[in-house]
């Protein structure tokens, strides 16, 4: 008797594999709301990223300068500084009464919805419609990737990002390229890198994606500087681009492209303090244009909603600076590849009759 070729799980046992994986998704939920978010709610300590925020906005309301560049800044120092842009601190502003106990649950609040919206894009891109089983299983598939319990941990930003770009490719998926711009516009008012995505959505989108997003930046914009005044929005980049531009040596940067740095270190250059030299900014600065470039190219015959996630992928790791946090948006990838692979089909996750809507 000849064996077979290939090797398959029984029905049986991948529903039970099923079963089990809904009832820890729906663990991991009940985790969250009964242990973590009480534990959130009480947390009065400082070491976090929701302190730099908070700082950031008593400084503006107090009229100080709220960036504060190093002084000869290298990769060697971690930056823990506010270097986000004047529209940030619009988003900040509505809350500048609050204690640090209230505004650092407000701010919760925001992050925890955000990784449910990102979840939620997940599921709906992986299989194609809205249930809840698919979006409690993204969010526990989300929850044990690298960097992104640190993230909601730390009150970090991030979650809002990766909700962004994930409201972006589950409109793609719909068909809704115009919506695909306006979740993209609102990120590059936080951060520079979705300008990739955006650019190439409003070029495919047409007219209506291309004033959305503009309706988007401009009001964004325009609340930034008048919430953050002139003097202080006229040094955001000033004292950001240094650091943006050199990345970091700090064993929590995972960065591709300074790789190439690292490496040339660890060979005998015994970098030590101080600004990088011009040679190894500008290979860096190289690398992350380079990267989201060479991924238009490459990706030019593929759909859109696919081209989108590389370029985020792209843009995110090969700039000097890429937290673990960041790590999180790659997951539009795998969720891409699942739908096309037709992976939930014919699973308990996927109807007979999927929405198209969004």
């Known amino acids: ?5 290939s090797f398959s799980f029984s029905p049986s046992f991948k529903r039970l594999l099923r079963r089990v994986f809904v009832w820890l998704s729906v663990f991991h939920l009940a985790f969250q709301l009964a242990w973590w978010v009480p534990e959130q709610w009480s947390r009065n300590d400082q070491n976090r990223d929701v302190t730099i925020y908070y700082a950031a906005l008593q400084r503006l309301e107090r009229g100080e300068a709220v960036y504060q560049p190093y002084e000869n800044y290298g990769p060697h120092i971690l930056p823990d500084r506010f270097f986000y842009p004047p529209p940030f601190l619009a988003l900040l502003w509505p809350l500048r009464d609050l204690s640090f106990l209230w505004f650092s649950r407000l701010w919760y609040g925001l992050v925890l919805a955000a990784f449910w919206i990102f979840a939620a894009c997940l599921a709906r891109i992986a299989t194609g419609r809205w249930s809840w089983k698919s979006v409690l299983g993204a969010g526990l598939v989300l929850q044990l990737t690298p960097g992104a319990a640190v993230a909601v941990a730390f009150g970090n930003f991030e979650p809002v990002m990766w909700a962004c770009y ?3 490719v589950a409109a793609l998926v719909c068909s809704r390229q115009a919506r695909a711009a306006l979740p993209l516009a609102f990120a590059v008012l936080m951060k520079l890198h979705p300008l990739w995505a955006l650019s190439l959505v409003c070029f495919k989108g047409g007219r209506r994606a ?30 950001t681009s240094p650091v943006v531009s050199q990345g970091n040596f700090y064993g929590g940067n995972l960065s591709l492209s300074f790789l190439g740095v690292r490496l040339v270190d660890w060979l005998g250059w015994n970098y030590e303090t101080g600004p990088l030299p011009p040679l190894f900014r500008g290979y860096l600065a190289l690398m992350s244009l380079g990267a989201p470039l060479l991924t238009l190219y490459f990706s030019r015959f593929k759909p859109l909603e696919w081209r989108v996630a590389l370029l985020a992928a792209a843009t995110i790791l090969f700039a000097p600076l890429c937290w673990g946090m960041y790590l999180p948006t790659l997951l539009l990838i795998p ?5 096309d692979a037709g992976v939930f089909r014919a699973s308990e996750f996927q109807s007979s009759k999927s929405s198209s809507s969004f």
């Open 1 to 5: 008797m000849r064996a077979s070729s």
């Open 166 to 168: 994930g409201l972006s």
């Open 210 to 239: 291309v004033w959305g997003a503009a309706l988007v930046l401009v009001s964004g914009i325009a609340l930034g500087m008048g919430a953050s005044g002139w003097e202080n929005g006229s040094q955001w980049w000033a004292a």
């Open 335 to 339: 969720a891409l590849w699942l739908r």
